[in-house]
């Protein structure tokens, strides 16, 4: 497992340019054939000129919090689904239609935090990360903490993982799942999962990083690819894109964005704001950067 601690490699050839400024809430963006699309935390899912597409609204919180409300969006073989919390504190995993929503997973057991989000398709199943629901374990009764796979075709699930505390972003590159899981108190997780091999468990509840609690038994553990250090009072590691043959994350707090490959991470760029979510609207293709200051942001090489 690799540390920030240890090193990072410097390389800025990266610069951002701006898609989209003013908006409010935005929480990530997609693409279809009519163009971008952006999801906003109040359950709306708009154009860049503000054409509403999609609209969860009267399904999510009336008072939003930083972590309620629709929370991603996945466009994918033209089909668009959505992870969202409602109001009566339940996370559901949807697939959206312009008329209406199909429900896939309700899952209750959630508090006001730690819901999750992370939404990936892989081989006909829908892939969607539950966080611990604010109950300090992913390895517990019901959802929490799992990463679940809904066959699209017939509708059963099933278990992939487990022990992940607020798995935000994920990103698929052939087989292998890049799931970013923000930490507690020590440490930021990037997790990998190989898909034709389930049933990882990742430990939150008995472990965070590399570090098995006092008096847990961790040798069942599944230990990220990589963690850093949780900033002081501030936590969260986003994602999450495959570009230029790596992962490529970021951090909330700190404004910074990386990638992560065969060797040691790579410090691309610093954003001056702070990074919601990390996305692509292709696979390979340059990422896109949501921040919180209400920004679309697009990943462009120096030169091009």
Request: hydrophobic share 40%; net charge negative.
């Amino acid at each position: 497992m690799e540390r920030t601690d240890t090193l990072v490699v410097q390389q800025p050839g990266y610069r951002v340019e701006t898609v989209v400024s003013g908006l409010r809430l935005p929480i990530t963006v997609q693409a279809d054939a009519g163009g971008l699309l952006i999801a906003l935390q109040d359950g709306r899912v708009v154009r860049a000129d503000g054409t509403l597409v999609y609209d969860v609204s009267a399904l999510v919180p009336a008072d939003l919090n930083f972590v309620g409300g629709l929370l991603n969006l996945l466009v994918a073989n033209g089909r668009a689904f959505a992870f969202l919390t409602t109001e009566d504190d339940k996370v559901l995993v949807a697939e959206l239609h312009p008329a209406r929503v199909d429900t896939l997973i309700l899952a209750d057991g959630f508090g006001v935090q730690h819901h999750g989000g992370g939404l990936g398709l892989y081989r006909g199943e829908l892939l969607a990360a539950f966080g611990d629901g604010d109950t300090g374990s992913g390895r517990g009764a019901g959802l929490n903490g799992r990463l679940i796979g809904v066959n699209l075709a017939t509708r059963m699930r099933r278990e992939l993982a487990r022990g992940l505390r607020n798995p935000w972003r994920m990103a698929l590159h052939g087989d292998s799942l890049w799931i970013a899981d923000a930490g507690d108190r020590a440490w930021e997780e990037i997790n990998l999962l190989d898909l034709t091999r389930p049933g990882a468990d990742f430990g939150w509840g008995i472990s965070e990083g590399p570090d098995c609690n006092t008096g847990k038994v961790c040798s069942g553990v599944t230990w990220p690819r990589y963690a850093y250090p949780t900033g002081a009072g501030c936590s969260t590691v986003v994602g999450a894109a495959w570009f230029d043959g790596r992962f490529w994350f970021g951090d909330y707090c700190y404004g910074w964005v990386r990638s992560l490959g065969s060797g040691v991470p790579r410090h691309h760029l610093d954003v001056g704001d702070r990074i919601v979510s990390i996305a692509q609207t292709a696979p390979e293709t340059a990422p896109y950067l949501v921040t919180g200051g209400g920004r679309v942001l697009r990943v462009v090489e120096v030169g091009k």
